[in-house]
């Protein structure tokens, strides 16, 4: 069994994107994480911005645009396959509707509902966030 030093560490971005009050939430399809819920996002690519690749990922997974805006939080979780680093921003949807390409199912939540999906642990402290900033 690797220990935390060995493990391969993966820095991620997450895009809350608020539409008419409601979160857009995404179920992880077939692979690590199967099934659980989370932020659409990814990896970033060696050179860019954590903006920059959040931006590029929301194109690349739900053929949309997004305007990055203020940082939500950063957290890592240690999983089986490494340590990961999820910073989340809000973000506006510009141009386009979410698709399906990398995902099982989308769906926009309220806020206070949040808490009824089965989110992938990296995802839950910026779920705590955001319902607390905007359910109240």
Partial sequence: MQTSSEKKRISVVGAVIVHDGNVLCAQRGPGALSGMWEFP??????GETTREALSREIDEELRCSVKVGDEVTTTTHEYDFGIVTLTTFYCDLLDGEPALT???????????????????????????????????
Avoid: T
């Avoid at 996002?41 to 060696?46: L, Q």
């Avoid at 949040?114 to 839950?124: C, E, F, G, T």
């Fill in 41 to 46: 996002g990814g990896k970033i690519e060696p």
């Fill in 102 to 136: 990398e995902h099982a199912e989308v769906r926009w939540l309220a806020p206070a509902d949040l808490h009824h999906l089965d989110w992938a642990p990296a995802d839950i402290p910026a779920v705590d966030v955001i319902q607390k900033k905007l359910s109240g």
